[in-house]
């Protein structure tokens, strides 16, 4: 988070990790106007990006799985091993 609470606000010591953020926030709201068609003077005009830890990720992404109809995707091969939060995620 920024100096001033915003989390949207570019980090002083961290100038390169601000500038990805940004480079990523941009890039996004471009494939979501491309991929729908709207302007960028519209509802995609602006929007956030926000870090996610691996382990909520990978929490998000398995519980996506689970809403699907088929249930038989009940394996998760994963090839990382230093990492405990994944392992949290997928039991």
């Known amino acids: 988070i920024g100096r001033s609470g915003d989390i ?8 390169g990790s601000s500038v990805l953020a940004k480079l990523a926030l941009l890039l996004a709201l471009d494939a979501l106007r491309r991929g729908s068609g709207l302007s960028a003077n519209g509802a995609a005009a602006h929007g956030i990006l926000l870090p996610l830890c691996t382990g909520m ?6 519980s996506s799985f689970r809403t699907q109809d088929d249930n038989q995707k009940n394996i998760v091969l994963w ?4 990492q405990k939060s994944c392992f949290k995620a997928i039991s």
Do not use: Y
């Open 79 to 82: 090839s990382r091993i230093d």
């Open 8 to 15: 949207t606000e570019p980090q002083p010591k961290a100038a």
């Open 57 to 62: 990720t990978m929490s998000l992404v398995l």
